[in-house]
């Protein structure tokens, strides 16, 4: 019988006080990652710091394993999680750092020529961008711009009769005096781009503004810094250049797509900013006139009582000033306060008429083209809302060759404007064979059959048609024959 060699019968049995805990832990796991119970080793586990003192650090370093998570989870020391073989960890670094050496070398052949394509589809995707931006801008001016136009009457009732032809087109004309839609305002015709919904551009030198809080809280829609504002706005007291920057705020923060309730615009008229503002149309710094009117235009529209307060305050003729003097940017937005004041009471009526603003317009409309058609159209308004129940204003109409001009409006102008020529005619012609016989001497006949044509939009086809009745009701057998 040979000598007698002790074998362990069970894993406890080869474990004993001279094995290192690490192969311990592993025999007791069968070869799984070793869980460590520290507190064995006279770690206290319970404490969040145990990994990062002196002693946590030593152990786990002395037992060849390595620390992957945050050594203040209790946990780790419970169950040995967090904690991996340094050796098994280095071996699985090794192997991600040759996989992704060889990914690299792999891809950059086939990156050097995808280089130029890829840069030129950048490219393209940015000018696409770059439309879209454009397009959804203009969508918003379009948008705008639709204000300005009221709506029309249903293209059914076209041919209903005289009275519905009459009460449709007055809706359309008297909602500027506060109705419902009414109205202009200088956010749809701004300086060189009358569908815009941006404010005219001030000087670059505001800039440098010693009150920019001021124009900071303006621009922020900031309502208590009103008459601070107003205060600003005082002649002489501050550089023209300031003065200016702080009326284009105020224009801003009252046209109808900021404000469309019209809250804005009852607070800066009681801040006492229509004094100033009206005053500054005198002044001989173009911007000052610019940046005034487009502010009168947005606080005279759908608001009866700041259009009388432009007129009280003597703003008709400094209006009619720059209108005849002014710059063009600043004349396309003289032209919308005119045209919301015409269509406010009597006295603002009169006062637009006695300003000498008939003959003014009539002379603009025969260079329609150098203008954009919303100007053209509000052009037309203006005429119109002076014409309607006064024959003293169809008279100087008809005598300064409006007729004319209006026909050659509706022939060759473009849709809005093509409207309103045709609004206008049918007012000036109501009840007066006489203008009747001058319109059709004018060229409104061949002029009607293309605006009542298929291929004409709906609403100026519906226009047509009442000034075509009109023609035919008012008018003597000549006109009728020549119609018909």
Same mark, same amino acid.
């Given at each position: 019988m040979g000598d007698y060699a002790w074998k362990p019968r069970t894993v406890e049995d080869s474990v004993d006080a001279g094995v290192h *805990? #690490?192969?311990?832990?592993? &025999?007791?796991? +069968? +070869?799984e990652k070793p869980r460590l119970d520290l507190g064995k080793l006279g770690v206290?586990?319970? &404490? *969040?710091d145990w990994g990062s003192n002196a002693l946590g650090n030593a152990l786990v370093e002395s037992l060849g394993f390595m620390r992957v998570t945050k050594p203040d989870t209790p946990a780790w020391a419970l169950d040995g999680e967090g904690l991996v073989p340094k050796a098994k960890e280095k071996k699985k670094k090794e192997k991600k750092k040759k996989k992704d050496k060889k990914a690299k070398s792999s891809s950059s052949s086939s990156s050097n020529n995808s280089s130029a394509s890829s840069s030129s589809e950048s490219k393209s995707k940015a000018k696409k961008a770059k439309k879209s931006k454009k397009e959804a801008k203009e969508g918003k001016r379009k948008e705008a711009g639709s204000d300005a136009e009221t709506p029309a009457a249903p293209a059914a009732s076209a041919l209903m009769g005289a009275d519905k032809d009459e009460a449709a087109s007055k809706r359309r004309k008297e909602e500027d005096a506060g109705g419902p839609g009414a109205g202009t305002e200088a956010g749809e015709a701004p300086p060189q781009a009358a569908v815009s919904s941006e404010a005219p551009a001030a000087s670059a030198s505001a800039d440098s503004s010693p009150f920019p809080p001021v124009l900071e809280a303006l621009e922020c829609r900031d309502l208590t810094v009103l008459d601070?504002?107003?205060?600003?706005?005082? *002649? +002489?007291?501050? *550089?023209?250049?300031?003065?200016a920057a702080i009326a284009g705020a105020l224009g801003s923060l009252v046209? #109808?797509?900021?404000?469309?309730?019209g809250i804005n615009r009852v607070a800066v008229a009681r801040a006492g900013a229509i004094p100033p503002l009206v005053q500054m149309l005198r002044s001989q710094f173009s911007e000052c006139q610019l940046q005034a009117a487009w502010a009168l235009h947005n606080?005279?529209?759908k608001n009866a009582d700041n259009k009388e307060a432009v007129v009280r305050e003597g703003g008709v003729m400094p209006l009619v000033a720059v209108l005849r003097s002014g710059t063009p940017e600043a004349k396309s937005q003289v032209v919308g306060v005119l045209r919301n004041l015409s269509g406010g009471s009597v006295s603002c009526k009169a006062a637009v008429e006695a300003a000498g603003t008939i003959s003014m317009v009539v002379g603009m409309l025969t260079k329609a083209g150098s203008y954009q058609p919303l100007v053209q159209a509000n052009l037309a308004v203006i005429l119109y809302n002076l014409c309607k129940d006064s024959p003293d204003c169809k008279l100087q109409v008809a005598r300064g060759g409006a007729l004319q001009v209006l026909v050659s409006l509706l022939g060759s102008g473009v849709a809005p404007a093509q409207q309103e020529a045709a609004d206008t005619l049918r007012i000036v012609v109501t009840g007066s064979a006489d203008y009747c016989a001058a319109a059709v001497s004018s060229g409104v006949v061949p002029v009607l059959g293309v605006a009542m044509g298929p291929t004409a939009p709906p609403k100026l086809r519906q226009q047509a048609g009442f000034l075509k009745k009109e023609l035919i009701r008012s008018g003597g057998p000549d006109v009728q024959k020549a119609l018909k």
């Open positions: *805990p #690490a192969v311990a832990a592993m &025999r007791l796991n +069968g +070869g206290d586990a319970s &404490r *969040p601070e504002a107003v205060t600003l706005l005082a *002649p +002489g007291a501050h *550089p023209d250049q300031q003065r046209k #109808a797509s900021v404000d469309p309730t606080l005279t529209s």
